[in-house]
């Protein structure tokens, strides 16, 4: 069964701009969670999402948003970036929501903003 | 407030030795409480979890944690490390309602010496 696969790996944008991560979770999986990964603020919560519906979101501003589709893949957008935003962005899965099913990372998308 | 501190963010041991790595978290009602280990480059693989009853859980890769309420830590432990345990170890803690919003330790970096 293949893993969460996130695209694309790498990614290099500079400031202004605006991007699309992509996450397609485990075959079966409906909930998708993305975190956030820095050196100076570690990992931190985004979103959470199941059945297409925002479950939980973290303290981000507004240009963070994301979305899951009906095939359970996910989106996350970041509009007008910021240097800060350089980060490894996180998906996750788990087949239901909560700590009853094991949460799948991805190998993350590495977004570095100039 | 919510939070996960790990007090050592490098421990080096040599291989074959025994292993302790510290995990204290604050949090307004019990918690579930996981230990995930990150390779270089990789995303997170869930070590173990704790949710309730023997407060000493096994995981995988040979390692164990024990949850201490009084103390309100969640240690991971293996008898003998191997030169492939070298990683980055995070502990984590989560509501215990159908949720994934975690709050992540900020790592601590494990090196191995041969």
């Known amino acids: 069964k293949a893993g969460v696969t996130q695209t694309p790996r790498y990614l290099i944008k500079t400031r202004g701009q605006q991007v699309t991560l992509s996450c397609s979770p485990i075959s079966g999986h409906r909930s998708v969670s993305w975190y956030q990964q820095t050196p100076g603020q570690g990992l931190q919560f985004l979103f959470e999402y199941f059945s297409e519906t925002q479950r939980n979101k973290g303290n981000f501003p507004g240009r963070f948003s994301g979305r899951q589709f009906s095939n359970s893949r996910s989106e996350m957008n970041v509009s007008t970036l910021e240097l800060g935003d350089s980060a490894l962005y996180l998906c996750?899965?788990?087949?239901?929501?909560?700590?009853?099913?094991?949460?799948?990372f991805g190998n993350g998308t590495r977004l570095t903003v100039t | 407030a919510q939070s996960v501190t790990q007090p050592d963010i490098h421990i080096t041991v040599s291989e074959g030795a025994s292993l302790e790595l510290r995990c204290n978290y604050s949090?307004?009602?019990?918690?579930?409480l996981f230990w995930y280990v990150q390779s270089p480059g990789q995303g997170l693989q869930l070590l173990l979890k704790?949710?309730?009853?023997?407060?000493l859980v096994q995981g995988i890769k040979g390692f164990e944690a024990e949850f201490k309420r009084s103390q309100s830590s969640f240690n991971l432990r293996k008898p003998s490390v191997h030169w492939s345990d070298a990683a980055e170890y995070f502990c984590?803690?989560?509501?215990?309602?159908?949720?994934?919003?975690?709050?992540f330790g900020s790592g601590t970096r494990l090196l191995v010496r041969p």
């Open positions: 996750a899965s788990s087949l239901d929501p909560g700590p009853n099913s094991p949460l799948h």
């Open positions: 984590a803690v989560g509501p215990m309602d159908s949720s994934y919003k975690l709050i």
């Open positions: 949090y307004g009602a019990t918690p579930y």
């Open positions: 704790y949710f309730s009853g023997d407060t």
